[in-house]
T-cell receptor, first 112, second 111 residues
Framework: KAGVTQTPRYLIKTRGQQVTLSCSPISGHRSVSWYQQTPGQGLQFLFEYFSETQRNKGNFPGRFSGRQFSNSRSEMNVSTLELGDSALYLC???????????FGSGTRLTVV | DAKTTQPNSMESNEEEPVHLPCNHSTISGTDYIHWYRQLPSQGPEYVIHGLTSNVNNRMASLAIAEDRKSSTLILHRATLRDAAVYYCILRDRGSQGNLIFGKGTKLSVKP
């Protein structure tokens, strides 16, 4: 059974650019969540999507956005990148009614 | 969501049991206790969860205090591959919300 797949694994961008990260959940999982992990702030919740609708949102600026497609795949976008956006971005999926989330290995974004 | 308190770090010897404590004195009656771990260079991995009774699975056991104000994750025989950051998280039953991660406990396993 394939796990949660995140692409790309590594990314280097320049300040001011925008970036799109992709997440393919486990087949049958309809909920997709995104997290940002930095050494200083740890793991912080960005947003969650279920059936193409944003169901929950963390405390991040509007530069961070996401969407979910009908096949449950999700993308997150960060516009006008800042140095502080350098982080590991993690995606997690969940089967409806189940308690445990399955995380991907993340996308390491470096902003220079 | 209620808060959890965990030691910053713990050490264990390989093939010995490890007891990772978590305090959650403000837990509500509908909060599940979840444990995740994060190995180096990987995303978090679900370990176990429980509500009131002790729980066992192939990875670990979860012992929950009778008053539910604390819990302990038990790794029965630590291996080098168990070296990771372990997170104890409370999540309301049926919640559609996110997981709130604290700092966790960094477990080191010595050969």
């Amino acid at each position: 059974k394939a796990g949660v797949t995140q692409t790309p694994r590594y990314l280097i961008k320049t300040r001011g650019q925008q970036v799109t990260l992709s997440c393919s959940p486990i087949s049958g999982h309809r909920s997709v969540s995104w997290y940002q992990q930095t050494p200083g702030q740890g793991l912080q919740f960005l947003f969650e999507y279920f059936s193409e609708t944003q169901r929950n949102k963390g405390n991040f600026p509007g530069r961070f956005s996401g969407r979910q497609f009908s096949n449950s795949r999700s993308e997150m976008n960060v516009s006008t990148l800042e140095l502080g956006d350098s982080a590991l971005y993690l995606c997690a999926s969940n089967y409806p009614g189940r308690e445990g989330y399955t995380f991907g290995s993340g996308t390491r974004l470096t902003v220079v | 969501d209620a808060k959890t308190t965990q030691p910053n770090s713990m050490e264990s010897n390989e093939e010995e049991p490890v007891h990772l404590p978590c305090n959650h004195s403000t837990i509500s009656g509908t909060d599940y206790i979840h444990w995740y771990r994060q190995l180096p260079s990987q995303g978090p991995e679900y370990v176990i969860h429980g509500l009131t009774s002790n729980v066992n699975n192939r990875m670990a056991s979860l012992a929950i205090a009778e008053d539910r104000k604390s819990s302990t994750l038990i790794l029965h025989r630590a291996t080098l591959r168990d070296a990771a950051v372990y997170y104890c998280i409370l999540r309301d039953r049926g919640s559609q919300g996110n997981l709130i991660f604290g700092k966790g406990t960094k477990l080191s396993v010595k050969p």
